[in-house]
């Protein structure tokens, strides 16, 4: 079946630096790849919609120079989260879907900022 | 745009019970209906989904019921065991390349 290779698993970074999270499509072409945070307990809430060579769609309330996605090619997806805080502290996800209602998600990113 | 419900929002049921879990949604477009059951720190795993043509659907011990006209949607787990403990989600998309949108979980305890 659609796999998506996320990395890292983990991460811990110092507040103010900035981290690069990937998702890759090992055996498809992600024709949109969507980006969720996950708060403790909580349920995931979508950050922002990439399509392949175009800019990507932030959800409201979701700052788009703080996290920079860019979706290259067709099996690379790649969110920055820049200049980091403790409350960006999060467990970070990428979903992709070739259309047709099928969702692959990505194995998620455990980010920790001190 | 769209609005997932989820309820309830913890839920504890001896094992071999069944258990079952309501999702409303607000976008009447929306036509595809997964489950997914998510364990700490893990990605959610699918484990059963429908689409809007489709009143009902079962896989071994897990079915999925959907309403379109009062627009809710229903996890069935029947003869429950310990290891299907864990948060729940339901979501909803309106397919294409459209996002999902989740509800806000249910952690289901089974207890031995």
């Known amino acids: 079946g659609a796999v998506v290779s996320q990395h890292p698993s983990w991460v811990i970074c110092k507040s103010g630096t900035s981290v690069k999270i990937e998702c890759r499509s090992l055996d498809f072409q992600a024709t949109t790849m969507f980006w969720y945070r996950q708060f403790p307990k909580q349920s995931l809430m979508l950050m922002a919609t990439s399509n392949e060579g175009s800019k990507a769609t932030y959800e409201q309330g979701v700052e788009k120079d703080k996290f920079l996605i860019n979706h290259a090619s067709l099996t690379l997806s790649t969110l920055t989260v820049t200049s980091a805080h403790p409350e960006d502290s999060s467990f970070y996800i990428c979903?992709?879907?070739?259309?047709?209602?099928?969702?692959?998600f990505g194995s998620g990113t455990r980010l920790t900022v001190v | 745009g769209e609005n997932v419900e989820q309820h309830p929002s913890t839920l504890s049921v001896q094992e071999g019970d069944s258990a079952v879990i309501k999702c409303t949604y607000s976008d009447s477009a929306s036509n595809y209906f997964p489950w997914y059951k998510q364990e700490l720190g893990k990605r959610p795993q699918l484990i059963i989904d429908i689409r809007s043509n489709v009143g009902e659907k079962k896989d071994q011990r897990i079915a999925v019921t959907l309403n379109k006209t009062a627009k809710h949607f229903s996890l069935h787990i029947t003869e429950t065991q310990p290891e299907d403990s864990a948060v729940y989600f339901c979501a909803a998309s309106i397919g294409g390349n459209t996002p999902l949108v989740f509800g806000k979980g249910t952690r289901l305890s089974v207890i031995a």
């Open positions: 979903s992709a879907t070739q259309g047709g209602g099928g969702y692959t």
